[in-house]
């Protein structure tokens, strides 16, 4: 068993304490991170004068055969290491003999672990940025070739005025801007290096901290030793907005999911991202909308877990913040891949224009605008809203809409009512006459709008 702390204890680890104290089957996730941290702090420590020249040259060179190899599969990570970081020490020892044993100088496997997951959840926010923009932009196309596709749009999942599909999909628009907007937040905050903090209270070598953190790209070195070692506040903000990305995904999946069934027959998966029944030969289920919407809980599950973890932890480091990495890779893996999937189907679903036109044609939609033509005629509104009321119950009665009434029925109701009414009513005069800010006729304007946000962003 390769340790990196043996010489204190005089009595080998038992095999079960061993392997639930090791992290090497996870914490291998990183090792190009690992990797990476341990050439700047070595090229830290030749500038330093603490190496020389000839071992910084070879420490160096060895730690990047070893990535070399570990990438090419010439060299496997085995479970005989307690952790990556033992295993990258042993193996460069190996290699290069003594001069491995000075990799640790002035290091310790806290600030070395924090440094490796910073430098993953800082990579991985990155990624997860790319593909909501990948995303954002699946929407702005949808958004653009339905500009005057008339839909119902709903509350309380019950038919409430007519929108377009443009509008509709500009509400997930914003939604995953806002996400973006999350994991920049995110990216700014935790892009200070901990490289340097020690175990808990730094060291006695003249280690340069700015140079290191600006070697490993980051803004600058972290302000407080202890702080530096024992915060996992960057990958709780991670977990919370992966958490808030995937109730997105949620909720537009569920909606999905209600458009492709039978009763409303709104859109059309493609096959690609669709399963068959084993019994009903008939049935085209969405599984790729289902998935992601269980999916949702998993990510959910990473961050109470973690929130959990770190709220009994007294200052600094304690083995319980293991536990971060785990659940944290399978989130980030699960949300990536939601993302991915969520794209390749809304890209290629077909959208049935003339039954959500109907859709929204026969649910009254269009009920209020009625009610404000007759506003518009000197009918105050309160009794404008009790007349359309009325209506509405008269035409469901019929299993009529209410643009089938002819003028004779609808002056039953009020006098007010004259030939215009249908212009006033039909569902594109519904639409495009909401023209204030953020409304569906301002479609133009949100489209415009979007495409600039993702051409600067």
């Known amino acids: 068993m390769a340790q990196l702390w043996g010489g204190r204890f005089t009595k080998e680890t038992d095999k079960l304490v061993y ?32 190496l020389t020249e000839k071992e910084t040259v070879e420490i160096e060179t060895g730690l990047k055969g070893i990535l070399e190899d570990v990438e090419s599969g010439c060299l496997v990570i085995t479970d005989e290491y307690e952790d ?14 003594e001069a491995g044993k000075k990799l640790h100088t002035g290091r310790s496997r806290n600030d070395q672990v924090a440094l490796d997951m910073r430098l993953y959840v800082r990579e991985e926010v990155t990624a997860t940025d790319e593909l909501v923009k990948s995303l954002l932009t699946a929407l702005l196309k949808i958004m653009e070739e339905n500009t005057e596709t008339v839909m119902p749009g709903f509350t309380h999942l019950q038919k409430a005025q007519p929108v377009t599909l443009a509008h509709h999909v500009g509400a997930y628009f914003e939604m995953f801007k806002r996400d973006r907007g999350r994991l920049h937040d995110i990216y700014e905050r935790m892009n200070y290096c901990p490289l340097g903090a020690g175990a808990l209270a730094g060291t006695t070598y003249p280690l340069d901290r700015e140079y290191t953190a600006k070697e490993l790209g980051f803004y600058g070195p972290t302000l407080n030793s202890m702080d530096s070692v024992s915060d996992r506040d960057y990958v709780i903000e991670f977990l919370s907005a992966l958490s808030t990305i995937m109730m997105h995904l949620s909720r537009f999946c569920e909606e999905i999911i209600i458009w492709n069934s039978n009763e409303y027959q709104f859109v059309e998966i493609d096959d690609a991202y669709s399963t068959g029944s084993s019994i009903m030969p008939q049935k085209k289920n969405p599984d790729i909308a289902e998935l992601v919407r269980g999916k949702t809980g998993r990510v959910y599950g990473a961050l109470t877990s973690l929130l959990t973890t770190m709220k009994g932890i007294p200052l600094a480091y304690n083995k319980d913040m293991q536990e971060d990495k785990e659940l944290t890779f399978d989130a ?7 993302l991915a999937l969520f794209t390749g189907m809304i890209s290629t679903m077909k ?7 109907e859709s929204a044609r026969g649910g009254y939609t269009n009920a209020t605008d009625a009610a404000d033509y007759l506003v518009g005629k000197g009918v105050p509104f309160r009794d404008a809203h009790g007349i359309i009321g009325r209506v509405v119950l008269y035409c469901i009665e019929r299993g009529i809409a209410i643009d089938d009434m002819n003028l004779a029925e609808l002056k039953t109701f009020s006098p ?15 639409v495009n006459k909401r023209l204030t800010i953020g409304a569906p006729g301002d479609i133009m304007h949100e489209i415009e709008s979007a495409g600039k946000y993702l051409e600067e962003n």
């Open 19 to 50: 392997n639930f104290n090791a992290s090497i089957s996870f914490d291998q996730k990183f090792f190009k991170q690992d990797i990476e941290g341990s050439i700047a702090h070595v090229k830290m420590l030749g500038k330093q004068g603490i």
């Open 84 to 97: 990556i970081h033992s295993f990258v020490e042993a193996v460069l020892t190996e290699r290069i003999g």
């Open 332 to 338: 980030i893996d699960t949300v990536k891949g939601c």
């Open 351 to 357: 959208f049935n224009k003339d039954r959500m036109s």
């Open 416 to 430: 007010a009512f004259e030939e215009d009414v249908y212009d006033a009513i039909s569902m594109e005069t519904c």
